[in-house]
């Protein structure tokens, strides 16, 4: 977090504390039971004269102009939020990731392996009455290539990596390692691994950086792979992915975002072929993750420490 301001204690003690009309009930018990002051839900024309606290999916152009000195997002991603306007100087921007690494994680390993076991064609097997054996495939001694070794892909890394898969992750810069991982590549030096990956995995934000990162050379890259994003839809060209499916390239697709939702029944994403759609719903964010990533920015803040999930704005993640 490089141009956000951490706010002073003295100041948080004494700002007003905002939900969103859309907050529910039992995260503003909760957000009281932190703070130990009232929240005030639902937003008017005009914003607050004084410092104020919010909590919400959107920040409103109203307020916008007010003195805010922290916005805590309900939602992992910030990139709508972003992208709504320029963000408020000064203002302090976190976000609620939860226990959204573990059930993306639990999420893609379930993809996994009932590609693994042929889980799919057993099922449409099962509704012809069909019996048939299919020959199953061991997942592990086989590679994952992980985009984003945050605290996401570094959480779908180390369960992979639990079934003795070979995890791979593309991040930015030089370092130790990330937890998960056994081995990290730079974004300009992956086309070995994912010439040789089983599965390519995108837990990628959505950053002008990463608009359209996967494209016709990436896909065209690929050795068979499937294609799991739990990241961004709009990280993917689409028409790009299609063309990796038909040419068989990219072996499948399992999409939980998509650029454009929710796909209309004649969208044409639902004719590619060997893909399977979800509807966004592999990291839904229950309240009390809400409630205990807002607990843990209230302790750090109150403490002058920068929050664990504050966001730069200027990279936007």
């Known amino acids: 977090m490089s141009e956000n301001v951490l706010p002073a204690p003295s100041l948080l003690a004494q700002a007003r504390l905002l939900a969103a009309p859309t907050v529910g009930a039992s995260v ?17 024309g005009t914003p607050p004269e004084e410092p104020f606290v919010c909590v919400g999916a959107a920040l409103p152009d109203a307020l916008r102009g007010g003195p805010l000195v922290w916005f805590h997002s309900v939602n992992a991603g910030t990139d709508t939020l972003l992208s709504s306007g320029p963000w408020p100087s000064g ?17 893609v390993l379930a993809w996994v392996l009932a590609g693994c076991q042929s889980v799919p064609e057993f099922a449409a097997q099962h509704a012809r009455a069909e019996w048939r054996r ?6 592990s001694g086989q590679t994952a290539l992980i985009y984003g070794t945050g605290r996401i892909g570094s959480a779908v890394a180390g369960l992979l990596r639990g079934c003795g898969i070979r995890t791979v992750g593309v991040g930015r810069g030089a370092g130790a390692t990330p937890v998960g991982f056994d081995r990290v590549v730079g974004a300009d030096d992956d086309a070995e691994s994912l010439a040789s990956a089983r599965w390519v995995v995108s837990t990628l934000p959505l950053t002008p950086a ?26 993917v060209d689409m028409r790009a992915l299609e063309a990796g499916l038909r040419s068989g390239a990219v ?18 994403c639902w004719q590619l072929p060997r893909t399977v759609i979800t509807s966004h719903s592999a990291g839904i964010t229950a309240d009390e993750d809400v409630v205990t990533d807002f607990a843990a920015c209230w302790q750090a803040l109150a403490a002058g420490r920068v929050p664990g999930t504050a966001v730069d704005v200027r990279r936007g993640y």
């Open 91 to 107: 203002a302090l921007l976190t976000r609620t990731v939860g226990r959204m690494g573990e059930r993306i994680a639990q999420y």
């Open 251 to 268: 072996g499948g697709a399992v999409l939980d975002v998509l650029p454009e939702e929710p796909a209309v029944p004649g969208d044409r």
């Open 134 to 139: 299919i020959p199953s495939e061991l997942a």
């Open 28 to 44: 503003v018990r909760g957000l009281e039971r932190v703070t130990g002051r009232p929240v005030e839900q639902g937003f008017s």
């Open 210 to 235: 990463t608009a359209g990162f996967f494209g016709a050379d990436r896909f065209a890259g690929m050795g068979g792979a499937t294609f799991i994003n739990v990241g961004r839809g709009a990280t």
